[in-house]
């Protein structure tokens, strides 16, 4: 599906594009050796969520922050309010000083590939809702669902803190964005970063949120000779994320072939894959997390499910001892969910002790 947005769409993200033109998010990617202490990356995100939090008054503060302990904590999901119910700051509630602030914060918190991501995904939700695709209105019980930018939400999950855990959490419709952080400790896991229409056209161009994703795998897949797809290539059909929303805890067996069976070269290309979703957050904690992906590579694992064929509707995952992503097309190439998850850190199990 490739669809104009209308005039209206353009003029609602030219705040948007205003942003993303920011030096902060327009950052490219450094060598590791030159890449800001992690703990310096945290210090950033707090002073930008306390930039939100200043332009609050008291009933948005009492909106937006959490306990880190509780049931917000697993508040997320891929379906569109008010069919899944979220709590926190409704961006479409937000004055326009107020959404800058955010997306300063979500600049500050992403890579500057991360941070475009976001917005391609948040701009096709609204495709979606100019196209006819939902009502964009908030709704009641047993309303329709509501698409579009302003159906996005921002949650804090215990207070900023440069040292102290806390949770940035910001999501809606096909988006669900978990950073935990701890001084200089930072995971995204678990994260859906997912898309509808996978495809679009905005200001002239062909938009694709998860295109490089697509691309990548079919690549790798289309790399591997006869022996390594009989092993890669699954006998039986995966056509949903296995480990998706609800599913925090489960584990599921490795499939596929062994990454230590991969050449030099297509092991590189595996990795390339895994950046897209490892690489959301800011590179001060996005390289550091490509090393332990990266160190743990022979215990690794590729699998496939479906045509090998670029253009055609198939699943993949990459699983490890620290990671899970799965890439799964709902029925047609223009709808895909994914999810990014760490076995052992979701929600930063590994040092987020309140």
Do not use: C
């Amino acid at each position: 599906m490739r669809t104009k947005l209308t005039v209206t769409a353009i003029v609602a993200f030219a705040l948007f594009a205003t942003i993303a033109a920011n030096p902060r998010a327009q950052r490219t990617t450094a060598p590791s050796t030159t890449l800001p202490a992690a703990a310096d990356a945290t210090a950033r995100i707090v002073s930008s969520a306390q930039a939100v939090l200043a332009t609050l008054d008291a009933a948005g503060k009492a909106k937006v922050q959490f306990p880190f302990e509780g049931p917000q904590k697993t508040r997320w999901s891929n379906l569109p309010s008010p069919m899944f119910e979220r709590r926190g700051l409704r961006m479409g509630d937000l004055t326009a000083a107020q959404k800058a602030a955010v997306m300063n914060l979500l600049a500050a918190a992403l890579s500057k590939e991360g941070y475009q991501k976001v917005i391609e995904i948040m701009r096709g939700d609204e495709v979606l809702r100019t196209t006819g695709g939902g009502r964009g209105g908030r709704g009641g019980p047993g309303a329709g669902p509501a698409f579009g930018e302003a159906e996005y939400y921002l949650a804090f999950l215990g207070t900023p803190s440069a040292t102290a855990p806390w949770m940035l959490q910001f999501g809606g419709h096909h988006l669900a964005i978990n950073l935990t952080l701890a001084g200089s400790r930072a995971t995204m896991a678990p994260s859906l970063p997912a898309a509808q229409p996978a495809s679009y056209t905005f200001e002239g161009r062909t938009v694709r949120p998860l295109g490089r994703e697509n691309d990548k795998a079919f690549a790798l897949v289309n790399a591997l000779d006869a022996t390594q797809k009989r092993q890669a290539i699954l006998t039986h059909t995966v056509s949903d994320l296995v480990l998706g929303p609800g599913q925090d805890g489960r584990t599921i067996q490795p499939e596929g072939i062994r990454v230590s069976s991969l050449s030099s070269a297509q092991q590189t290309m595996l990795l390339d894959i895994a950046r897209e979703w490892a690489g959301i957050m800011t590179d001060s904690f996005g390289e550091p997390r490509m090393a332990e992906i990266r160190s743990r590579l022979a215990d690794t694992w590729f699998a496939w499910s479906g045509p090998t064929t670029n253009g055609s509707a198939a699943y993949f995952r990459i699983q490890g001892p620290t990671l899970v992503i799965e890439y799964a097309p709902q029925g047609s190439v223009d709808h895909i969910h994914t999810i990014y998850r760490d076995p052992t850190n979701d929600y930063g199990a590994k040092f987020a002790r309140p």
